[in-house]
């Protein structure tokens, strides 16, 4: 017995939904917006290395007694990573005069301006900006840079604007509070 097809009655077309016309607007670069916060936090450094020591000193903060940074290592001082942070020498298990501390920091500051100034644009960066290179050094070691391409090459072209974007929009940004709008 064959059976008869009935064929379906045809589905209504639905209206096309209403579009507004769209004017494309101009936008830049997500990289080359700095959030207002960020912008208003932009210290303006003054006083040579003087100032940046101590905004270095505020970053880090100050401890006579060896500790654990976040990483887990020993540290003393303002930020004084002990030899390779793994272990704690019995001769630096103690408490350190503040003298102790300053000629460690100066060594320290020292060291890591000098890593600081083979920064991708360093010679194109302001006092401002030559700052936050040390500051990074200090805080990630000299080859820090490398570890942040977009914001390397931002620093190469002299774009400081497209280089903070950047480094707002990174882990670091997240990890080091108050310290990432600073810089």
Known sequence: KATKEVP???TPAKPAPKTEKVTPKETKPKAEKITPKVEKAIPKI?????????????????????????????TVGIGHLIGDGKSLPKEWDREFSMKE???????????HKEMAMKTPG???ANETGQAAMIDLAFNMGGGWYKKFPNASAALQRGDFNAFASEMQNSAWFQ???NRGPQI
């Open 175 to 177: 990890q080091v509070g």
């Open 101 to 111: 501390v300053d000629e460690l920091f100066e060594k320290d500051y020292a060291h």
């Open 122 to 124: 360093w010679d194109k």
């Open 8 to 10: 379906k009655e045809p």
């Open 46 to 74: 003054t006083g040579g290395d003087k100032g940046i020591m101590e905004m270095i000193k505020a970053h880090e903060g100050v401890r006579t007694k060896p500790y654990k940074d976040s990483l887990g290592l020993w």
